[in-house]
Every structure is written in C-alpha cells, then in structure tokens.
C-alpha cells in the first residue's frame, strides 16, 4: 500500500507540471490534459469513495442501527406500558364496579334494617292503640253499666215525681223502681 501511494505522488507531481501548462483555451477541452483530468477525477471521487465508505457510512450505520434499537425499544416500551394501563384500567373498573356491589349491598341492608325498623315501629304503634283502644272500651263499657244504674235511679226519681204530680198522691217507691229496672232491662238489651 506503501509503495502505491508514492507511486502515487510521483504520477501527480507530474502531471500537475504538466497540467499548470497550457498555453491557451480551456484544458478540459484539450485532449492532451485528458489523461490528468482523468487521473484528477479518479483520484479525487476514490478518495472520496474511501472516506465515506470508511470513516462516514459507518458513522451514519451506526446512528441507522442506534435509531432503529432506540425505536424498536420505544415500541416494547409504549406496548408494555400500554398493557400496563390496560391492567390499570381493568383493576380500576373492578374496583369501582366491587364499590358499586358493596354500595348497593349497603344500601339494601340499610333499607332493610329501615324496614324492619318502621315495622317494628309500627307494631308497637299497634299494639299502643290497642291497648288504647281496650282500655277505652273498658271504660265504655263501665260507663254504660255506671249510666244504666243512674238511668235507673233518674227514672224512678223522675217517674215518682210525675205520678206524684199527677195523682197528686205519695207513691210506693220500690214499686216504680221495679217498674223502671223491668223497662230498662227490656230496652237497654239493645244498647248492650
């Protein structure tokens, strides 16, 4: 390799004397400079060859390859995060459809115990009234005795008082009084 490079710098220190004298008109028209234009144009497009074939395309392979693990990792990574949220997203729809349940399940008991409550509620209300209600009827019911024996006895005061007026007489009491309790036994068995 050595000795194609000098070999190399000789040829062009030659043809570079050469090259520096035409005399007139372009040279690249010249045919007699055509052999160092071409010897010009190969050295120059080889040397370019050369160093981006050694020193940039494996610069721009290795940025190709880097972009390319960088991009194929970016994708694992979005589709790992992506399944990632979509375990969030079902963990979450669980929970909130396990809170919905429970929220229900709360409410139901609470409505029953509120139910229960209200009914038990409401039978002692019941119950209340009953007894109430006998109790009252107990007293009705001493009341009706209570008012018939004071029927009784206002009937025969006052039927003593009338028959007394009208005959202008004294009248046996005892005998208006079993008069009034057999009227008032006929007629109160209706009321009782």
């Given at each position: 390799m050595k000795n194609f490079c000098f070999a190399l710098c000789i040829a062009m220190f030659v043809l570079v004397n050469r090259a520096f004298g035409s005399e007139a008109?372009?040279?690249?028209?010249?045919?007699?400079?055509?052999?160092?234009?071409?010897f010009w144009l190969l050295l120059t497009f080889t040397s370019l060859y050369l160093i981006i074939w050694k020193i940039f395309l494996?610069?721009?392979?290795?940025?190709?390859?880097?972009?390319?693990?960088?991009?194929?990792?970016?994708?694992?990574q979005?589709?790992?995060?992506?399944?990632?949220?979509?375990?969030?997203?079902?963990?979450?729809?669980?929970i909130i459809e396990d809170t919905k349940k429970e929220a229900k399940k709360i409410i139901?008991?609470?409505?029953?115990?509120?139910?229960?409550?209200?009914?038990?509620?409401?039978?002692?209300?019941?119950?209340?009234?009953?007894k109430e209600l006998a109790v009252i009827e107990r007293e009705v019911k001493n009341l009706k005795k209570?008012?018939?024996?004071?029927?009784?006895?206002?009937?025969?005061?006052?039927?003593?008082?009338?028959?007394k007026q009208i005959?202008?007489?004294?009248?046996?009491?005892?005998?208006?009084?079993?008069?009034?309790?057999?009227?008032?036994?006929r007629k109160i068995e209706k009321y009782i």
């Open positions: 008109g372009m040279p690249q028209l010249n045919p007699e400079f055509w052999a160092a234009q071409i494996p610069k721009i392979t290795y940025n190709i390859e880097t972009r390319k693990s960088k991009v194929v990792n970016d994708l694992h979005a589709q790992k995060l992506k399944e990632d949220a979509e375990k969030k997203l079902v963990e979450y729809n669980k139901e008991d609470e409505r029953k115990k509120l139910d229960e409550n209200i009914e038990n509620k409401k039978q002692k209300f019941n119950d209340e009234i009953d209570t008012s018939i024996l004071n029927i009784n006895k206002i009937a025969t005061e006052t039927s003593t008082d009338i028959v005959i202008d007489a004294q009248v046996n009491q005892s005998n208006v009084a079993a008069t009034v309790n057999d009227v008032v036994k």
